[in-house]
C-alpha cells in the first residue's frame, strides 16, 4: 500500500485509540457506523459528480475525502489494511489479469 495511505491510516487509528478534543475524526468515530457511511456514501456521489463534470481539480479533491472516509469505516470496522491489500494481491494473481512490475506499483 502506498506509504501516504498507511500513514493516514495510521493517525486515523491513533485517534480511535487516543481521541483528541475537536478531531473530525473521532466525531465520526463518536456519531458511529451510521454517520461514517452517511460520509462515504456523500463522497462516493461527489466523487461520481466531479468525473461527470469532467472537472480533474474537483475529482482529485473527493477522491482525497472518499479515501480518508473509507480508511475511518474501515478502523471503525476493525479492519487492518493489510488485509485490503492481501486482497488487491490475490485478486491481481488472478489469471488474465495484466500484471505490472512490483516497482510501478510502488511508484504510485
Do not use: W
Not at 93 to 101: D, F, I, L, R
Amino acid at each position: 500500500m502506498n506509504e501516504i495511505i498507511k500513514e493516514l491510516y495510521a493517525t486515523i487509528l491513533d485517534r480511535k485509540a487516543n481521541p483528541i478534543k475537536d478531531s473530525y475524526t473521532n466525531y465520526l468515530f463518536e456519531k458511529g457506523v451510521d454517520k461514517i457511511l452517511k460520509k462515504v456514501g456523500e463522497e462516493c456521489t461527489e466523487t461520481v459528480i466531479a468525473a461527470k463534470n469532467n472537472d480533474p481539480k474537483e475529482l482529485v479533491m473527493e477522491t482525497c475525502d472518499l479515501v480518508y472516509h473509507l480508511l475511518v469505516l474501515l478502523a471503525n470496522q476493525g479492519i487492518d489494511l493489510k488485509d485490503v491489500e492481501a486482497e488487491l494481491i490475490k485478486r491481481e494473481a488472478k489469471t488474465g489479469n495484466k500484471k505490472p512490475e512490483r516497482r510501478e506499483i510502488e511508484n504510485l
